[in-house]
């Protein structure tokens, strides 16, 4: 799996955007760039992910690159219950056996009233 | 839809003793699994699922045994306790084995063994 490097924190104001990205360098053809989060003291969160075009969905925006060598993640109305470690993660879609979730250290973004 | 429901929230077991750990499903997903989180190490892999009766190892299934009788629930037995199993439990599932990463997870179960 490819590596990936985010920032290892990043504040946001209260209702701006929050622009998380992601370095991924070394990515190949068939790997996806996953997005998670994990709020303090829960379960981490499947927010998004794409291949090569650019995704939405109800949580977020996920702009990738023409090359792939990088993403963003896009909060479009940042809260405070955004605060959070984001995880980008690379990954060759399975086509079977176990599938391990490996996170990165993430970025921690607080989000300041 | 509840999604992903983990019990207890909380446990605390003395060396020794077993439990079983719950966790439900209600979106008809295929795919279940079980990690364990301790500081530093990131989620690992305990046991996974690709549908009822289907069960494998990840790679940290010793001392947890694990079985797929319904869809819906995928518990998670501790045969007999070791303070290396505290740690923070986490249930997720996923549509499909070929969508795992797109996994939703539980709240948690926070195990102390003393």
């Known amino acids: 799996d490819a590596k990936t490097t985010q920032p290892p924190s990043m504040d946001c104001a209260e209702g701006r955007a929050a622009n998380l990205p992601c370095n991924h360098s070394?990515?190949?053809?068939?790997?996806?760039v996953y997005w998670y989060r994990q709020i303090h003291s829960q379960g981490p969160q499947y927010i998004i992910h794409g291949l090569k075009n650019n995704e939405t969905n109800e949580m977020a925006s996920l702009i990738i690159t023409e090359d792939r060598k990088s993403s963003t993640l896009i909060l479009p109305h940042a809260t405070l219950r955004d605060t959070a470690v984001y995880y980008c993660i690379v990954r060759v879609e399975p086509s079977g056996g176990y599938q391990k979730v490996t996170f990165g250290t993430g970025t921690k973004l607080q989000v300041i009233p | 839809n509840a999604g992903v429901t983990q019990t207890p929230k909380f446990q605390v077991l003395k060396t020794g003793q077993s439990m079983t750990l719950q966790c439900a499903q209600d979106?008809?997903?295929?795919?279940m699994s079980w990690y364990r989180q301790d500081p530093g190490m990131g989620l690992r892999l305990i046991h996974y699922s690709v549908g009822a009766g289907i069960t494998d190892q990840g790679e940290v299934p010793n001392g947890y045994n694990v079985s797929r009788s319904t869809t819906e629930d995928f518990p998670l037995r501790l045969l007999s306790a070791a303070p290396s199993q505290t740690s923070v439990y986490f249930c997720?599932?996923?549509?499909?084995?070929?969508?795992?990463?797109?996994?939703?997870f539980g709240p948690g179960t926070r195990l102390t063994v003393t």
């Open positions: 979106m008809n997903h295929e795919y």
């Open positions: 070394t990515i190949s053809g068939n790997e996806y």
């Open positions: 997720a599932s996923s549509y499909s084995h070929l969508r795992a990463y797109e996994q939703y």
